[in-house]
């Protein structure tokens, strides 16, 4: 993972590396927040776990008005021309065959956002200082930065079938993935208190989708997308989403997927934590250690199965295999907290091959 040292003064290119980090892709050298630069410092903390959200927030704003006033120069930031490039290379090559999406069916569950569930649940539960009473919703607001009062629709399972066709993807919406990026951002701080970079995963991957697809509106839609941390989206769920893509089929075959989306009926938080969270008072007859009981946006598992179906012959292969269970999805977001842990992320991650011999030597020694 690259390291960027850079001046404050240089602030298109700080706001550039800042939106880079933000979006998982590099780290801030600690010279950086040396040099006076106290964006970059805060979202070294924030890797670290210890930046509050509504700085993450804050810091994410400014990080995008950089790149967007280097924008406006003569020549293009490096931003854009990464942003450039990187659209460039998703799409399709000419000829390639892909998949397009004839069937799509959901099942779902409508849900609050989790910060307007936190605060009915506070509200409800008679533990805060009557005279702060009326302070639980602008704490909360301030806190996270999150406005959202309505019900959105989870899913709990979806059943698609794909087949081979030249496709032509549809325009992407990214609006539905940061509003159920940022749920898994609340949630997952009001969980551990750790602070993690979330965005709206899709379950079948936008790439599949032809424009001309019946259900083409669900692509992008909250129907189709469960929050996911950059690590997991990017390097376990994308092991499937690239399956299901390059699974080879047949001119007369389709296949039919399935998969269940598995969570945690409740989140449970206690009370004295939430009130020291949100610096509000309890009541003098509080049980700090009562919970609160908020609806779960966080997967703890998600399986995929499948069946490869020749038009002629019925099914002719069936598996139920690709599992990301509890473990995989919460060793994704569980703190690091000894050598032993650290060597063992290590091991198991894209980044092991760019480790030197020599300092993998000294890891295996700490």
């Known amino acids: 993972m690259p390291v960027h040292a850079i001046p404050e003064s240089r602030a298109p290119q700080a706001g550039a590396a800042a939106v880079s980090l933000m979006r998982g892709r590099s780290r801030p050298d600690a010279s950086a927040s040396r040099a006076g630069n106290p964006g970059l410092d805060a979202l070294a903390r924030q890797a670290a776990g210890s930046a509050r959200i509504g700085q993450l927030r804050a810091l994410q704003a400014r990080a995008t008005a950089h790149a967007g006033s280097a924008r406006a120069g003569r020549h293009e930031a490096p931003a854009a021309t990464a942003q450039r490039r990187l659209a460039a290379a998703s799409q399709p090559e000419a000829g390639v065959v892909q998949r397009n999406v004839l069937d799509f069916n959901v099942d779902y569950e409508e849900l609050l956002p989790p910060t ?124 499937r989403e690239d399956w299901m893509r390059d699974k080879e089929l047949e001119d007369n075959e389709t296949l039919e997927v399935g998969i269940d989306i598995t969570r945690e009926d409740y989140l449970e938080p206690t009370v004295g934590n939430m009130a020291r969270m949100l610096k509000l008072r309890l009541d003098a007859n509080a049980d700090p250690t009562s919970t609160l009981r908020l609806d779960n946006w966080l997967p703890t598992k998600l399986n995929l199965d499948y069946q490869r179906v020749n038009a002629d012959n019925g099914m ?51």
């Open 316 to 366: 002719i292969e069936s598996e139920d295999e690709f599992s990301s269970d509890e473990e995989d999805l919460q060793n994704t977001f569980r703190p690091i907290g000894t050598y032993s842990e650290l060597r063992e992320a290590l091991r198991d991650s894209p980044f092991r091959h760019r480790i030197s011999s020599a300092l993998w030597s000294q890891l295996n020694g700490l």
């Open 116 to 239: 307007q569930d936190l605060i009915n649940e506070l509200e409800a539960s008679d533990a805060i200082d009557e005279r702060h009473n009326g302070e639980i919703t602008k704490q909360v607001r301030d806190f996270f930065g999150s406005k959202g009062v309505k019900t959105v629709p989870a899913p709990a399972s979806i059943a698609a079938t794909l087949d081979n066709q030249v496709n032509t993807p549809p325009g992407r919406n990214g609006y539905y993935s940061g509003v159920i990026g940022n749920f898994g951002r609340d949630q997952f701080y009001i969980k551990t208190g750790q602070a993690e970079t979330f965005e709206g995963g899709h379950i079948i991957p936008h790439s599949l989708w032809d424009a001309a697809d019946g259900a083409v509106g669900m692509a992008d839609h909250y129907k189709n997308l469960v929050p996911m941390s950059r690590t997991l989206n990017v390097e376990n769920w994308a092991k």
